[in-house]
């Protein structure tokens, strides 16, 4: 069959799910359309795909399962049999439900998805893993796309089991860890701009709604300046013991 070119959807507030979508997406050797539905209102209604496409969806483990705001917009695309590829990423801890899951999302709204992965990243909390998804994992998420790519040569198109439990263990939700602005802000507004949940003031670049923050981290990572931060005595308490008991390196895992 005659795909059409590849689609990377992603949502990715550190950018380890959209460095693994890109990969997998890049093996049909063609234009890459990227649709990122990290920022908030990023997703247009009734967004539907075709049979001949190939998507690579990808997105971060939240508590065990897809973050919750990232699962909603999921319901809102209809695959319309489009063949696909499901990746979760997460910080060294486990994946538990988050890719059982995403694909039972993905099969709900008719997608066909042929090849799943695991992908170890790094995690957003403490230093664990800081380099991942490195060469090697970003070649692993290649071999998945490459599989997938030979069963729809091959006309086979089966659904592969994956790991995870249903019902499935409570999460999907942010953490409690809300930035701090030192004063080395120049006030771009770019943390305003990207932020996933617009959590950060439109008018106060420094004040950021506790309700709405879900700690991904995003602005942290993405502020030039480096005056996004988190440094309460809790945090750092927290990321030194967490990044302790993660340290030894997990695999990663694709099913096909
Ligand atoms: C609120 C929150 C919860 C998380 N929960 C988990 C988890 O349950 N297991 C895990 O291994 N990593 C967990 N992580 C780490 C992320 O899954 C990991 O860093 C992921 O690769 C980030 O993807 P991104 O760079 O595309 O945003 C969590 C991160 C955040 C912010
Ligand atoms: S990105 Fe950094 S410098 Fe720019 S407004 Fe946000 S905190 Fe301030
Ligand atoms: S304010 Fe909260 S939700 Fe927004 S980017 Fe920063 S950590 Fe993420």
Redesign the pocket.
Known sequence: MRLNNATAV???????????ALSAAGVIGRNIEEIDL?KADSLPDGMSFDINDFIVF????????L?KGFAEKLTRLNGNLAKCIGI?????????D?LLEMKNILIDREFIPLGFGA???????GQ?QTQ??DNNDLEICRTLSKEVLNKIEKGIFTIPDVKGNFPYKD?G???SFYPQTNSKCKMCGLCVKNCPQNAISHEDFKTIDSEKC?????CIRICPFGAKVMETKEYVDFAKMFSEK?SMP?EDEIFI
Do not use: E, M, Q, W
């Open positions: 992603y949502f990715s507030p550190t950018g380890n799910s959209k460095k693994c990290t990808s997105a971060p483990v939240y508590g065990g399962r973050y979760v990423t997460y910080g060294n801890r486990d994946y538990d988050a992908v170890v990243g790094r995690h957003t909390y664990i991942r998804p999460g939700n942010g953490g879900i700690s991904c981290f995003r993660l997990k």
